[in-house]
């Protein structure tokens, strides 16, 4: 571990918390445009933030310790996701503590603690989402970690560092595995960042919402602190979607160079793929929540198709 | 690792997996037009993948069964689908008779098994798309299975059609196509084969009222 890479690791750590937000109102302003409506600020995510943050925090009577430590855990797992995953360079310090097996567990951690706290009050609505989001994130998992599996059968390692290297500074070869992985990847994150075809994150509509419901309880900073942990699920996913399938422009060490164009072009990637889901979402419709497990056992399978089709195809020459 | 093979080699194994890709997309879907389109771009990968083949091993007639595929497969067949399923008016979901997660379940047990059978197989063989053979084995064992589980007459036949595409990916994988007479007579086969499956549906419908091809089992002489 060195000063700069420690240095760059922090950088990247604060980018995240800053970008975060950020990326999340450019995809409302380019949802809002798609649809004809007038859009929100880009800064809006801010404005709520800094809103919530002074705001008092009203507990209901039921509420435990739990309830309360909560979005702290959240958040939590949120950030050390996105400090392990590269977005600008592969000389990561913190990556060694966790590979993409662990990350898929750091995620399902923040869902566990966060459906928790969705029945801790007693609400109907919050044991509603927590079912859910359990429903969701049990269909989700496995297709993830078969995603994961491809990747590293290319790179024969797990951590997302090696991985990201293997992908980006070898020479270029087509893997055709991993366009079944990239597009089983997308139904995955589209399903856990809770957006169109499974959840809506726009609407309060009692009996459709499945994040919203869970966190109908929250006020003040712990509502601010998980819809800046939302924020940053969504940073990450996209980072961690960016990594394994369009790695190109991530520095390899700590060239002061490399580093400095890596910025640009995570932004403008993070600006494409903003654009993209936005676009996404909006020609697609919400599907019932009983289709749910159909769209996600779409993603398994097409994820197990690019393992098999990396056994048959890449293996041998 | 890969990294040695031929960047042509790569790009026929890209366009097989996009091919197999759309074979399970076929299988997943619900609505007819959806199905058709998809149908049409399998045949204009196909077409892409044999003119890669074509060009790296410089076999003169695999152009002229290229620029068939995409005129027959990518743009007349599913020209004449449309005009079907408008003329028809079947715009409703197809009812599968096992329910699509089960179906796509049964679809990996298949490319499993197509690409264990074809491995050895492929061994053997020396050409560029050696690869493809399993591909094109289960792109078959997919269509095949589209048609049993599938009710409805206009996705059987696409299911033919989609077939056709995989024997064509395996002809070609295996020994860089067939012969030029016997790939024209097939497509001859196929266009002819939907014009006459195109009749019968408007006699399947005038005689049932519905497209559904379980009416068919209760024909019984007079």
Known sequence: MSISGLFWQIFAIVMALALAPLLTGWVNQCRAWLQNRSAPPLLQPYYMLHKLFHKDVVLAHGASTLFRSVPVAVFGCMLLACAIIPTLSTDLPFAPAADTIALVGVFSLARIFISLAAMDVGTSFGALGGRREMLVGFLAEPALLMVIFTTAMISQSTSVVTIVETLAHRDFVIYPSLAFAGIAFTFVSFAENARVPIDNPATHLELTMIHEAMILEYSGRHLALIEWAASLKLYAYSCLGLALFFPWGIAEGNSIGGLLLAIPVLLAKLTVGGGLLAVIETINAKVRIFRAPEFLGTAFLLAVLGLLVRLMLETRV | ?222
């Open chain 2, 1 to 222: 690792m890969n990294a040695d093979m031929p960047l042509s080699a790569q790009l026929i194994n890209l366009f097989a997996s996009v091919i197999l890709l759309l074979a399970f997309a076929m299988l997943a879907q619900r609505r007819v037009l959806t199905l058709i389109n998809l149908f049409a771009l399998q045949g204009l990968t196909l077409c892409l993948s044999t003119l890669v083949v074509a060009f790296t091993t410089g076999q003169a007639h695999l152009y002229w069964s290229a620029a068939l595929t995409l005129l027959l497969k990518a743009l007349l067949l599913p020209w004449i689908l449309h005009q079907l399923v408008r003329k028809l008016n079947v715009k409703s979901e197809i009812e599968a008779l096992i329910n699509i997660p089960a179906t796509m379940l049964v679809g990996i047990v298949l490319v499993m098994v197509a690409f264990n059978v074809a491995l050895p197989i492929s061994e053997l063989s020396q050409t560029i798309t050696r690869g493809t053979l399993g591909i094109a084995l289960a792109v078959v064992l997919l269509a095949f299975l589209m048609m049993i589980t599938r009710q409805k007459a206009i996705t059987q036949v696409v299911g033919f059609l989609s077939m056709e595409n995989g024997l064509f990916l395996a002809a070609t994988s295996a020994t860089y196509g067939m012969p030029m007479v016997v790939e024209l007579g097939i497509a001859l086969d196929v266009l002819i084969g939907a014009i006459i499956l195109g009749v019968f549906f408007f006699q399947i419908r005038e005689q049932f009222d519905s497209l559904d091809i379980r009416h068919l089992e209760k024909l019984k002489e007079r």
